[in-house]
């Protein structure tokens, strides 16, 4: 079978290469990792799993029949460009990069790419992981990336122009959600005498339940509200509030964060067309 690279190794390469070893789909010594510094997580691998090799990226390129590429955007075309003339000829290459598209790894390369965004909830073995296939990816090299990342997470194939919207309703989500309940604890220490602990123990369990309701129940946003929000009670009067406070502020999370695509987007190709920032 295939060995498994990972070029850079923080924490969504740390999550992928650790759940495909705690689930058996693969030995240890089928996952290969080149990473500039060894730091703790690599550490805290090699102790987990003595067979895992760390190589130069040259020695993985010849090794590897799948790699993940899990370096920041502007570090993504050095090294697609690096392993690029010691790639096997069934390689297939996948960017878990935000803004780097598939057009502009096939620039980089020949063989065979896709895109992968991640989510920190996938250490829970939850969460969507969106994938966009580029052109020439084999029905076999598609559902072994498939697969693996099915072991862990939901699989979801997207259009490519959609991608960047979706990363915020999956990988970018938990901290956005994590903002707002941060905020939603704090409104309650200022109307309450309640511990910061207290606030944010009722606020975890809460979210945990009405995750569970969403799923296992299949309930709507809508149903959820409806099932706790008596007409004219407490619930539907801040229910309202927050309908009327929200779009505005939503509304202004995707033009933030659409704006930071093309940003990164842009210095990607500046970078790329010599311009270094």
Request: with cysteine.
């Amino acid at each position: 079978m295939n060995k498994i690279g990972f070029i850079g190794f923080g924490s969504m390469a740390d999550m992928i290469a650790s759940k495909l070893l705690e689930q058996g789909k693969i030995d240890d010594h089928m996952v290969s990792v080149n990473t500039r510094t060894i730091g703790s997580r690599a550490e805290e691998l090699a102790k987990r799993y003595p067979n895992v090799s760390f190589q130069s990226a040259e020695e993985l390129a010849k090794e590897c029949g799948l790699i993940f590429i899990c370096v920041p955007p502007l570090a993504v075309e050095e090294a697609v460009t690096k392993i690029s003339p010691f790639l096997r000829k069934d390689a297939h290459i996948v960017s878990i990069a935000a803004a780097v598209t598939i057009r502009r790894l096939h620039k980089w390369t020949d063989r065979q790419v896709s895109r992968y965004i991640p989510t920190l909830t996938s250490e829970t073995g939850t969460g969507i992981s969106l994938v966009v296939h580029g052109e020439g990816v084999t029905e076999d090299n598609k559902k072994r990336l498939e697969e693996y990342l099915s072991l862990f997470s939901t699989v979801k194939n997207i259009r490519e122009a959609d991608i960047d919207a979706a990363s915020n309703l999956t990988s970018s989500s938990p901290g956005f959600i994590a903002s707002i309940f941060e905020e939603f604890a704090q409104a309650a220490l200022r109307n309450s005498s309640l511990t910061k602990e207290e606030a944010f123990d009722f606020l975890i369990h809460s979210l945990v339940g009405t995750g569970k309701l969403l799923l296992e129940k299949q309930m709507t946003f809508e149903e959820t509200l409806q099932r706790v929000a008596t007409k004219g009670g407490i619930t539907a009067e801040g229910a309202d509030a927050i309908r009327k406070a929200a779009p505005q502020m939503f509304d202004e999370v995707f033009v933030r964060t659409m704006e930071k695509y093309k940003e990164i987007n842009g210095a990607v190709n500046r970078r790329k067309n010599g311009i270094h920032e």
